[in-house]
């Protein structure tokens, strides 16, 4: 009984819950599927839908009825009339509807259309069995007739009542095809011009059929009624009708289906069906009993065979021409519509009238879905707050799931105070909260899980009480979800958590302080900006922005307090990543800089190409040019390691690098050069990208001068021989850039050998090479003993020469084992920490060794062949210094020497030296031995 109800609740409310169902019955069955549609195997499979769905709605239908009339206080055999008249509508009336056009409009209209129809034939000024008959299409085959007519109980007008139930039908199709519709998902998207085109064909086809149905009724009347011949009434009104739906419902089923036998046996039991109670209601006539008891279930039965026969015929038509949607409303206008027309035209009332009326009534039933939330809305708005109070005294959320957003998924108004349910939800049950956040993100309800998931988020960022549980927060940000200006906002805390978790992971108290003390200068521009911004979540994250920064200052200083007291030195040495503008350590390359400048300021200038061995600072260096140069020229620094060169296609390589030069140019210089959207690139991405270029052009001063900076160029290789883009196009780009925009110099790093460069020669024109390869002495010398203000550790003389000796002032190396050193320094006595001697320098060489491990295992693995390896290891197990012939060399690598021995040296691992060769630096040696 309660699995009626359910059917009917996912038709009105749960579209895909009925979905789910008609899969689970059969897959292949679409969810707008019709009885025609069915083969005899999948008809036995859905018996128990077709019961829940008609049988027992039947019976809900006139259980319905029966209350209603029986408070009205209506007479006995009207009641009994009515009540087997809603019965036999729906039951007949749904069923057609499921077989002519789906299973889910057939059980909306058989339900609704028991209602509205039944009531309607009972709710007259004086209940007298003989007025309910003129509803009874025994005695009017058609509304039509009855309008063109006169009828015949009251000879003197047209019953104006006729009209209301033609408007009532209108009614109750729209509406059961706007649920269908919205149900189902089943319209296709088909020009207009064809779906126009089949509403008019199939109203036209209709409204033939029923004028020359009419025609033949009318004329039988006129002459039953001289005739008076009681024969011919009945030939007129009942035998008629008993050919017209056998025949109608024939040809329907053949056109459907093509399945002739099944058509004719289809359209003789319907015949025969109606033919019977037609005969019973003749035959006990007169019997009180029996008589409305009959009346109403013959008026049922061909009234419902009426309205689905006469909307079948044109909705067949429109749905082979065009869709289902185009059938349901070429079907109303085709019948319904028909017989709208037939009383503007015999005048039975005016245009003006019933023109706005039936329009209104039309609209009202196909726009039934989405007036239906609007007028749900007040007792959904109590039953919900009722729910969302009955939780909380609860302290349970199991009744969450019974809140309107997730029963009823046509409801489009917000159900206000859903996000803060969800949050009380999502405190208490984190999973059940987060499920129920990630359903109604795909829904109406969406603005509420966006709402809840900020607001959790705001609640995780306020609970963060320690840099610990800061450095943590970001895994749990959902700002890349959300598509609002809440997202920026969260991303900059979830940057700011991670920037705090690098801090941590810094080794020294020195580098921690260091980092920690960028974050605070970042939460305080982030500060300032909430505090002038007037956007709505600014009030509700600036006491979260300011809380975090005073935990960073609190650490901070208890960071220094223990400096302080065990009197450590604080390391400023960074390990494996490249120097930021913002790190004092960074030494300044004068000798490089300046070469830069002299080149850059040429208005001549060719590309520059910036080119050494790995680890030598080439990125450190870019890095800090806007330091370097003068600041007329704007640094734009790409890094083709990151997402530029993970694009999949040309759209997305440009957007990347546009988004990393409109950061850089922020970063160094504070300049705001025009944005480049995703959207504008995609249309013609190269085209769109010159454009873009154009515009940053005319948008610096006259002075100004861009540089763009492609670190590891080299990676584009990768990205060309995988075949995501192609080479000439890129390359042809930049060499377009080089030779007809002077305003902007192209400087590329890489750390290929320049013999691998060259294969690119003839798009890269005239390029300067600018070598980069260890520190001058007197850097070396500042980075080893003066790398911050006030280093507290002092270095002797001897100790200084044998840190550049083992390095050969290579400046990763150099940081490499000074941060080794420091450590040592640290754990030796308060007495002898403040100077480092030769004998720390040594002990530190094993550490440095296996700290530094990827940066020497990248040389074995990846820069060498199998062949340079053994000839490395044989120069390395020699010793220190020591130089080794050539034919020495040839004779461990007899196989392709020459190239392996031009390898090494392009890669400065090796160096010739007198008559022979030996390691550039000491420690790559010590590496390899």
Not at 477 to 494: C, D, M, Q, W, Y
Request: hydrophobic share 50%; net charge negative.
């Amino acid at each position: 009984m309660l699995g009626s109800f359910r059917i009917i609740n996912w038709l009105l409310f749960t579209p895909s819950a009925w979905r789910a169902y008609v899969a689970s019955i059969d897959p292949n069955l679409s969810p707008d599927f019709a009885l025609s549609d069915l083969k005899m195997q999948q008809l036995t499979s859905i018996w128990k839908l077709l019961v829940l769905g008609h049988g027992l709605w039947s019976v809900w239908v006139s259980l319905i009825v029966i209350v209603s009339l029986w408070l009205l206080d209506v007479p006995d055999e009207v009641l009994v009339l009515v009540s087997c008249y809603a019965l036999l509508f729906t039951l007949v009336g749904g069923l057609l509807g499921s077989l002519i056009v789906s299973v889910a409009f057939g059980i909306i209209s058989g339900a609704l259309g028991g209602i509205l129809l039944s009531l309607s034939i009972a709710m007259i000024e004086v209940y007298s069995l003989d007025e309910i008959l003129v509803f009874s299409m025994t005695k009017n085959l058609a509304i039509a007739v009855m309008l063109s007519v006169p009828d015949i109980t009251f000879p003197q007008n047209s019953d104006p009542r006729a009209i209301w139930t033609v408007l009532l039908a209108i009614f109750t199709a729209s509406c059961a095809g706007s649920v269908m519709y919205s149900t189902t998902k089943m319209a296709d998207s088909l020009p207009p011009y064809r779906q126009i085109g089949s509403i008019v064909i199939g109203v036209f086809v209709s409204a033939l059929t029923v004028f020359f149905i009419s025609q033949l009724v009318i004329i039988l009347i006129i002459n039953a009624a001289k005739l008076q011949s009681g024969i011919l009434y009945v030939l007129a009104y009942d035998g008629l009708i008993v050919g017209v739906f056998g025949l109608s419902l024939a040809f329907i089923w053949i056109w459907l289906t093509w399945r002739w036998g099944q058509g004719l046996l289809l359209g003789m039991a319907a015949s025969l069906f109606v033919a019977l109670f037609t005969w019973l209601n003749h035959e006990f006539n007169g019997l009180m009993p029996l008589k409305p008891l009959l009346i109403g279930i013959q008026g049922g039965i061909e009234n419902a065979m009426l309205y689905m026969l006469l909307l079948g015929f044109p909705y067949v038509l429109a749905k082979r021409i065009a869709n289902p949607w185009a059938g349901i409303i070429a079907g109303i206008l085709g019948s319904a519509g028909a017989y709208i027309a037939f009383a503007v035209i015999v005048e039975s009332y005016p245009l003006t009238f019933i023109l706005p009326l039936t329009l209104s009534v039309f609209l009202l039933g196909l726009g039934f879905v989405w007036l239906r939330p609007l007028l749900f809305y007040p007792f959904q708005a109590a039953w919900n707050l009722l729910l969302c109070r009955a939780d909380e005294r609860l302290g349970d959320s199991r009744l969450l799931y019974k809140h309107t957003a997730f029963w009823d998924e046509h409801q489009y108004l917000p159900l206000f105070g859903l996000e803060s349910y969800l949050v009380m939800v999502a405190e208490r049950n984190p999973a059940e909260g987060r499920a129920a956040i990630e359903y109604l993100s795909t829904t109406s309800q969406s603005w509420a899980a966006k709402e809840a998931q900020i607001e959790l988020d705001a609640r995780q960022l306020e609970n963060c009480a320690g840099v610990k549980t800061i450095s943590l927060a970001h895994r749990h940000l959902a700002a890349g979800e959300l598509n609002s200006s809440v997202a920026a906002l969260l991303r900059s805390f979830s940057r700011i958590s991670r920037d705090v978790k690098a801090g941590l992971s810094q080794e020294s108290n020195y580098n921690q302080r260091l980092a920690l003390n960028a974050v605070e200068d970042r939460l305080d521009g982030l500060l300032r900006e909430l505090t002038r911004s007037e956007e709505l979540y600014a009030r509700r994250f600036r006491p979260i922005a300011a809380q975090w920064r005073q935990t960073i200052t609190d650490y901070v200083r208890t960071l220094t307090q223990v400096v302080e007291n065990r009197q450590e030195i604080s390391n400023p040495y960074i390990i494996g990543i490249p120097l930021t503008e913002h790190q004092e350590i960074f030494v300044g390359r004068s000798d490089i800089s300046e070469r830069l400048e002299r080149l850059l300021l040429d208005i001549r200038c060719p590309p520059l190409l910036l080119y050494g061995q790995r680890r030598t600072g080439k990125t450190s260096l870019l890095n800090n040019l806007g330091k370097l140069l003068p600041s007329t020229i704007i640094p734009l620094f790409v890094d083709l390691q990151g997402p530029t060169s993970l694009a999949r296609d040309y759209v997305g390589f440009l957007y990347n690098m546009s988004r990393a030069m409109l950061t850089s140019a922020k970063r160094h210089r504070q300049v705001l050069l025009p944005a480049l959207t995703r959207e504008i690139l995609t249309t013609d991405p190269f085209t769109s990208f010159d454009e873009w270029l154009d515009e940053i052009e005319y948008a610096l001063e006259a002075n100004q001068t861009l540089l763009l900076i492609l670190d590891e160029f080299s990676a584009l290789e990768h990205v060309f021989n995988k075949g995501r883009l192609d080479e000439v196009s890129v390359l042809g780009m930049f060499r377009h850039i080089i030779q007809h925009r002077p305003r902007i110099k192209i400087l590329l790093s890489g750390s290929h050998t320049i013999d691998e460069f060259e294969r690119w020669a003839s798009y890269l024109i005239n390029v300067q090479t600018v070598h980069i390869s260890y520190l001058q002495n007197n850097e070396a010398l500042q980075l080893i003993e003066h790398p911050v203000k006030d280093f507290a550790l002092r270095y002797e003389s001897s100790a200084s020469q044998r840190v550049m000796e083992i390095t050969r002032n290579h400046p990763a190396l150099i940081q490499l084992l000074c941060s080794e050193i420091v450590t040592l320094k640290n754990k030796q006595a308060i007495s002898e920490r403040r100077l480092a001697q030769v004998i720390d320098v040594e002990a530190v060489v094993e550490g440095a060794l296996q700290h530094g491990r990827f940066f020497f295992a990248d040389i074995a693995n990846n820069q060498v062949t199998q062949e340079g390896l053994a000839m490395l290891r044989f120069l390395a197990g020699q010793g220190e210094g020591k130089i080794v012939s050539k034919e020495q060399l040839r004779a461990q690598c007899p196989d392709d020497f020459e190239a392996t021995l031009r390898n090494l040296l392009l890669r400065e691992l090796i160096e010739p030296f007198e008559n022979g060769y030996r390691f550039q630096v000491e420690l790559i040696r010590e590496w390899f031995d």
